[in-house]
């Protein structure tokens, strides 16, 4: 699975952007895909992910609320539109992609084997 991230940019605190993760390759209907943020100098947190097939939804206490996580099928593209961001949101975001990974492991950076690239939000202040 190849995994392409894009949507990033600059916004002003309490603004809003929308991040794509196009997937290419083998069919995700095991799969749950995700997004992980690192700021600098800190470790690479999850954001939220979903699964695949049946579309549940799983978010980090800090953007329940603020964010939501959705998927397009026809597109195999996983969206996160992010509102009412603050500067706290300002990291790279990355998007991760694995197999049967079970509930309780959904927000471990290790159940993730296939990851993209990475695209920056900056938040302003």
Known sequence: VQLQASGG???QAGGSLRLSCAASGRTLSNYVVAWFLQAPGKERQFVAAIRWSGGSTFYADPV???FT???ENAKKTVYLQMNSLKAED???YYCAAQSGVIVSSISRRDAYH???QGTLVTVSS
């Open 64 to 66: 329940k609320g603020r």
């Open 114 to 116: 296939y990851w993209g």
């Open 69 to 71: 996580i959705s998927r």
């Open 9 to 11: 940019g600059l916004v």
């Open 90 to 92: 300002t990291a790279v």
